[in-house]
């Protein structure tokens, strides 16, 4: 199974509470919403393809709280009948990495409750098709420290948030990337589609 991360992220890399003011205050964030403005319908279907060719979905914890919240158990998400990525989140099985999640209400959901990359490793040998995780940073980061994700796409926002919590830590693991698409669109948004690509070449 091939493994494809998508998030949206600012210029400076900031992945935190893109959706709403209240989404995610978390080490006192307060500049939620930032990409909602420039979120147009030319991004929506993009979006929408990429969603609509997953064959399953894996998060974290807290990501998977926020699109339950919002396209699962929320009024909201199932109220939007046709809309391709609440088709999708909906009706395909979903995937948690979560020690503490117990009891979760959003249909087609498996926790994973043990080591996620050695969980998340099963998957990928035991399945076919695309296994895909939006947001979910922490994840994220583990699993490409274990060289599990096979796809990273980036949704670029223009614009310099300031705080928040970064895609990328200032210290972690190197990673060459081979870019494979990129995409502009009219409200300045740009996607970038890579392939890590083993480690980079530094200079003498």
Known sequence: MKLTTVTNISVDGV???????????????????????????????????????????????????????????????????DNPIGRALNGRPKYVASTTLTDPRWAHTTVLDGDPSAAVGELKAG???????????????????????DEIVLLVYPVIVGQGTRLFPEN???????LVDSQ??????????????????YAA
């Open 15 to 81: 992945m935190q509470g893109l959706g709403g003011a209240e989404e995610d205050r978390g080490n006192g964030f307060e500049r939620g919403g930032w990409a909602l403005p420039l979120f147009d319908g030319e991004t929506e279907t993009f979006l929408g393809r990429i969603f609509q060719r997953a064959d399953a979905f894996l998060f974290g914890r807290r990501t998977y709280e926020i699109f339950a919240g919002s396209w699962g158990t929320g009024s909201w998400g199932t109220n939007q009948g």
């Open 172 to 178: 972690g693991p190197d990673a060459a990337l081979e």
């Open 127 to 149: 399945q076919r098709g695309e296994l895909q995780m939006h947001g979910s940073g922490e994840l994220v980061r583990r699993l490409l420290d274990d060289r599990l994700i």
């Open 184 to 201: 502009t669109f009219p409200n300045g948004i740009t996607t970038q589609t890579y392939r890590p690509h083993g480690r980079p070449e």
